[in-house]
């Protein structure tokens, strides 16, 4: 069995659309590639009993969880407290982490908004990246990183070579322009009972010049059944008198 992962997203801006969440998609596909596929995300708000209410759920009920925001150097940046507190552990300064940030900024510009950087739960690893000094950590099953896009993408390749790893996960696609979704309902549902260990899906696109279509994507661990799943994918859009043609559409 491959790991499984899950995602929570911390921040009010998040949800009340201030700010639009770029992570997701970079964490499933990298997850995707080590075989610990991203099975849930939650995207909640700076409340103190909601983060460690998701957190004790989440780190319960997967192998592994992330999460994004809430650690810098604000008042509302809660959540390594948040999940101190959920691990039972105080939250305390980082000596090493506090000894590169005031090294980095300078003794007077290490001020106390910047030393809330440092702190981590008791026991926990921080997680370096290479866009800043301000470091992440793990404890446990739980990796904590930054909201901002290119920090986290830093931290989790730092973290990654210390993930639970399984079959990375690969995809077969077909697309064909004029094709409808339900001109093919009923033969890509017979492909799907056929494999039941992948994951198939259609997803209509739009070009640029107007002209509609549709996507199907088989994803899995098993290549042996993506090849059939494909090349039956394949026979299905040609059975609609539509063109099948292999990978992503072009916008």
Not at 81 to 107: D, N
Request: hydrophobic share 40%; net charge negative.
């Amino acid at each position: 069995m491959s790991p499984t992962s899950a995602l929570i997203v911390i921040g009010n801006e998040i949800l009340s659309g201030r700010t639009q969440d770029a992570n997701i998609r970079f964490l499933a596909l990298g997850l995707g590639e080590i075989g610990a596929p991203l099975k849930e995300v939650r995207i909640i708000p700076d409340i103190r009993e909601t983060i460690i209410g998701t957190i004790n759920e989440m780190k319960a009920r997967y192998d592994q969880v992330f999460t994004t925001g809430g650690i810098g150097p604000t008042h509302d940046d809660i959540t390594a407290s948040c999940v101190a507190e959920a691990f039972g552990v105080p939250l305390e300064l980082h000596e090493e982490s506090a000894a590169l940030l005031k090294t980095h900024y300078g003794t007077d510009q290490f001020t106390s908004a910047r030393q809330r950087m440092a702190m981590m739960p008791r026991g926990a690893m921080p997680i370096t990246n290479a866009v800043s000094i301000a470091p992440g950590f793990s404890i446990g099953n739980v990796h904590v990183m930054a909201g901002v896009p290119s920090i986290m993408q830093a931290m989790f390749q730092s973290v990654r070579p210390n993930l639970k790893q399984g079959t990375p996960v690969t995809s077969r696609t077909w697309h064909a322009l004029g094709l409808y979704e339900s001109a093919i309902a009923a033969a890509l549902e017979a492909v799907q009972d056929r494999y039941p260990d992948l994951d198939l899906g259609s997803y209509p696109f739009r070009r640029e010049d107007g002209r509609r279509g549709v996507a199907l994507v088989a994803k899995g661990t098993n290549v042996e059944h993506l090849d059939g799943a494909a090349a039956q994918i394949r026979s299905l859009i040609a059975a609609t008198g539509e063109t099948p043609v292999e990978g992503e559409p072009k916008p």
